[in-house]
């Protein structure tokens, strides 16, 4: 079973930045995809950032630029590095994994239907 624990949010006034930390466990192989989605109250989940095992990224348009999504195998940990953060990025971020067996090679998905485990979220509010 693959459990995901997500820390490193917190309020941050425009402009700022925050590191997002995701730390998993329960993979038996290298084969899946990780991700970070948010959602803000009253707005549909969106997908912001996902990484293959082969370390391909893909990111929504209004990230691009800004968000840094990794990953550290050996400490198996996913990280969202977030900078120049607008008040539109205040929302609940969720970290989540495909199950293994998922060698996806063109963009990682980001459509949450494609993700079977999830984390409880961290908050991250940016004040204007």
């Known amino acids: 079973q693959v459990q995901l624990v997500e820390s490193g949010g917190g309020s941050v006034q425009a402009g700022g930045s925050l590191r997002l930390s995701c730390a998993y466990s329960?993979?038996?192989?290298?084969?899946?995809?990780m991700a970070w989605f948010r959602q803000a109250p009253g707005k549909e989940r969106e997908g912001v950032a996902s990484?293959?095992?082969?370390?391909?990224?893909n990111y929504v348009s209004s990230v691009k630029g800004r968000f840094t999504i990794s990953k550290d195998n050996a400490k198996n940990t996913l990280y969202l590095q977030m900078n120049s953060l607008k008040a539109e990025d205040s929302a609940m971020y969720y970290c989540?994994?495909?199950?293994?067996?998922?060698?996806?090679?063109?963009?990682?998905?980001?459509?949450?239907?494609?993700?079977?485990?999830w984390g409880q979220g961290t908050q991250v509010t940016v004040s204007s």
């Open positions: 989540a994994s495909t199950g293994d067996g998922v060698w996806w090679v063109g963009p990682p998905p980001l459509l949450g239907y494609q993700y079977n485990y």
């Open positions: 990484i293959s095992s082969y370390g391909r990224t």
């Open positions: 329960g993979h038996s192989n290298g084969g899946y995809c």
